[in-house]
């Protein structure tokens, strides 16, 4: 298989096996009018197998969903065929509007001007907590 190098645009790479239509569909790629390639069990020396993706057109992406989704991605900005700029993405501190309190008594649960906002409790397993009611966000 044979996928172009992308002369500017953004390569989102090293992510966990099976997750790229995820990342696809909550960053919105499907709406854009320029070239997406997904692909996804690409070997890897370093993880065995990884998914990639390739935009090619520079946006804004939303860094936090990238985090949540699969820690350690890199994206590569990239122009004029080059990489100008290599970011290596962790989890969030916080997220905002990404996740959904599932709490039926939570304020966010009746309140429909209120952000959802989840604080990571805990690093090492990739926790949430509700900011509101505490309660855990489900993967």
């Known amino acids: 298989m044979h996928v172009d190098e992308i002369k500017n645009g953004i390569v989102i790479d090293h992510i966990v096996p ?13 709406r854009l009018n320029s070239p997406v390639a997904v692909l996804m069990n690409v070997p890897s ?27 350690h991605i890199t994206v590569d900005i990239v122009k004029d065929g080059k990489v100008e700029d290599k970011k290596h993405i962790e989890l969030p501190e916080e997220l905002t ?3 959904v309190c599932k709490n039926p008594r939570c304020i966010t649960s ?23 009611c505490d309660t855990a966000a489900t993967k």
């Open 18 to 30: 099976g997750k790229a239509k995820q990342i696809y569909e909550m960053l919105g790629l499907g």
């Open 45 to 71: 020396s370093k993880m065995g197998r990884k998914d990639i993706i390739k935009i090619d057109e520079n946006i804004e992406i939303d860094l936090d969903v990238l985090g949540y989704i699969s820690p």
């Open 97 to 99: 509007d990404i996740l």
């Open 110 to 132: 009746t309140e429909q001007e209120i952000h959802h906002v989840f604080r990571l409790t805990d690093r090492k397993t990739g926790v949430y907590r509700c900011l509101y």
